[in-house]
């Protein structure tokens, strides 16, 4: 038997940093030339002054459309990446657009501020696994996770008042997996779990346990996830709790072992801070 902890997580969202607006004031400088009673020196000829073109902001976002991101776009609260063909190599595909309540108490509320920011943190996440044509519980065992930006500072000057979700697979430790194929309703199938689903290069808790994507090389598979309960809903209910999860993780690794005798599992459990995080399950693993 081998039972480990939840090793801390770098979700591609933990932090967002503030979008700071810069305003460059440009002054006008205006020459004054005195009068002339010389009959002799002409007028002066007027020029006409051209007028600056106002920039236009590109159009929102689109929900289905395919960018290649790298993990620190990912992570950044703006973004002003092309997108590319879904068909080709991508990191990213959009699969919500929505429109940021931006009116508070009656007071008009920045596209950068806290309440803005909490909107797309909480809607995005919420919306993805209908997207992937999942249950919480079944996303929890991949490594697709949601991501999203607001408008850049050109965009929001223009009146852009969106939030862009977008759906990105994690392939380790800060590095996103390329895919050629359309995520939309991929946990749905077999085989999109078996790619797409979470796995370690090596035994929880050993010197060589590492996150990857399914589909890269791997040693252990994680099989199911176990809710962490607490008697109050924001107080760490303690390790004798988080750890309530490793009978029912034993059995379900009989289960599917060919010997029911000898077998290898894993469970990890989240530490207080993670929990308090939001991290609140633990995760069962068996040899793959």
């Known amino acids: 038997m081998i039972s480990g902890r939840l090793l801390p997580r770098s979700g591609p969202r933990q932090a967002r940093t503030a979008i700071v607006s810069v305003f460059v004031l440009g002054a006008l400088l205006a020459g004054c030339t005195g009068g002339s009673t010389e009959s002799e020196k002409p007028e002066p000829t007027p020029t006409a002054t051209a007028k600056p073109t106002p920039a236009v902001a590109p159009d929102p976002p689109r929900a289905g459309r ?7 776009e990912g992570l950044a609260p703006t973004v ?5 063909p879904c068909a080709t190599s991508h990191t990213s595909q959009t699969f919500r657009v929505a429109e940021l309540e931006s009116v508070l ?9 806290e309440r803005a920011r909490a909107q797309a943190a909480q809607a995005c996440p919420q919306a993805l696994p209908a997207y992937l044509g999942a249950s919480p519980a079944t ?3 991949s490594m697709i996770r949601a991501v999203w930006f607001g408008p850049t ?6 009146g852009h008042n969106w939030y862009r979700c977008d759906a990105v697979v994690l392939a380790g430790k800060e590095k996103l997996q390329p895919t050629k194929q359309s995520l939309r309703g991929v946990l749905a199938t077999q085989a999109g779990r ?6 370690s290069t090596g035994k929880p808790g050993s010197s060589s346990f590492s996150r990857v994507v399914c589909s890269a090389k791997h040693s ?3 099989i199911g996830t176990r809710t962490v309960k607490s008697t109050k809903s924001d107080a760490w209910p303690g390790e004798r709790a988080a750890r309530a999860g490793e009978s029912s993780c034993k059995s379900s690794a009989r289960a599917r072992a060919e010997d029911k005798l000898k077998f290898s599992w894993g469970y990890e459990w989240p ?9 609140q399950h633990g995760t069962c693993w068996i040899p793959d």
Do not use: F, M, N, P
Not at 194 to 199: D, H, Q, T, V
């Open 66 to 72: 395919c960018y290649d991101l790298t993990y620190a």
């Open 80 to 84: 002003d990446a092309s997108s590319v």
């Open 105 to 113: 108490d009656g007071h008009l509320v920045a596209v950068d501020s």
């Open 139 to 141: 996303l929890r065992l």
């Open 153 to 158: 500072v050109a965009e929001s000057d223009a």
């Open 194 to 199: 078996s790619r797409y689903g979470l796995c």
């Open 220 to 222: 252990w598979r994680a």
């Open 271 to 279: 530490t207080k801070e993670q929990w308090e995080q939001g991290i």
